[in-house]
């Protein structure tokens, strides 16, 4: 079982940054691999970056490659989100979730509760 929290979620300026975390709990954090996830108001969760349980294969959408940044600490039990250069339509909850070999497929087994990022223009 693992459970995960996020934080680091607020307001931000168009052009600004925040970095979203998400620590994790129990041994097994460093095998699952873990994603980040946004679901804005009215619209359904969409898919924002993956890292394997190495941080040697990573993944974004199209949306945010070259703005945000995806990393992991295993030592942390902790993913984080950097996000730079945000635009209003980047408002949104942000949610983590943890998964094994079918992450790749977009299949996660343990989700965070989200939290919520707003970018005013």
């Known amino acids: 079982q693992v459970q995960l929290v996020e934080s680091g979620g607020g307001l931000a300026q168009a052009g600004g940054s925040l970095r979203l975390s998400c620590a994790a709990s129990?041994?097994?954090?460093?095998?699952?691999?873990m994603g980040w996830f946004r679901q804005a108001p009215g619209k359904e969760r969409v898919f924002v970056s993956r890292?394997?349980?190495?941080?040697?294969?990573?993944v974004y959408a199209d949306s945010v490659k070259g703005r945000f940044t995806i990393s992991r600490d295993n030592a942390k039990n902790t993913v984080y989100l950097q996000m730079n250069s945000l635009k209003p339509e980047d408002t949104a909850v942000y949610y983590c979730?943890?998964?094994?070999?079918?992450?790749?497929?977009?299949?996660?087994?343990?989700w965070g509760q989200g939290t919520q990022v707003i970018v005013s223009s």
């Open positions: 890292i394997n349980w190495s941080g040697g294969s990573i």
């Open positions: 979730a943890a998964g094994g070999d079918l992450a790749i497929m977009g299949v996660y087994d343990y």
């Open positions: 129990g041994r097994t954090f460093s095998s699952y691999a």
